[in-house]
């Protein structure tokens, strides 16, 4: 079931749950980027950005300089974890003004390896029965696995398969995704760091999910 706080307790409990998990991210080292919320009243997404005019999950933050994107574009070719926030302190004075989505910018401190959650559940056995399994976020009917970083995002033959890597992004539960449903831990980070399995590890696990007659 969606969540929409649109005021109240409710609404208090996801912004302090929201402020939680950002600032747990910045202490264990991580960049963090305040994402766009969503609007129930607007059905969309919307940040405090002058003239911008995305509707859905995007950062909330623009390069010193860029103009406004045109519809449906982003500002950002890379860069993005420049523009984070990293102590702790300036984190929650940020989030304290808007209910941000808790976005963390790929390349520098994790990648994600995106795919459907069929897919993400047989490959995340395979990882946990090897004790690598890192963090895994369930968003809608995507499942997103963090890695190590290991270089550029790419596509991955088929279609159904994305590697977030310099240049994207991936949004912290219990930050609302598309539609307003919120993202779900379904293993949560471990140790003060956030342990992460090496991306060519998953990769490799990966191929041997998605074709067992020739995988490991």
Known sequence: MAIRPGGGVAALRYRRALVRTAVSAAVAGWPIVPGAWWSGADRRFVCDLTGCGRTGPHPALRPPGAGVPAYGESPYVDGLADLALRHPEAVAARWRRRPYAV??????????????????????????SRSNLGPVIAAGARWFLLTAPGGPGQVVPDGDVLVHGEGSWIMLPPSLGPGGEPATWLARPRGSGWTLPRRDDVLTLLDGVRHPAVGV
């Open 103 to 128: 976005l963390v910018p790929t390349g520098e401190a994790c990648d994600v390896v995106d795919v459907p959650a069929a897919t993400g559940r047989r490959l995340a056995t395979r990882l946990d």
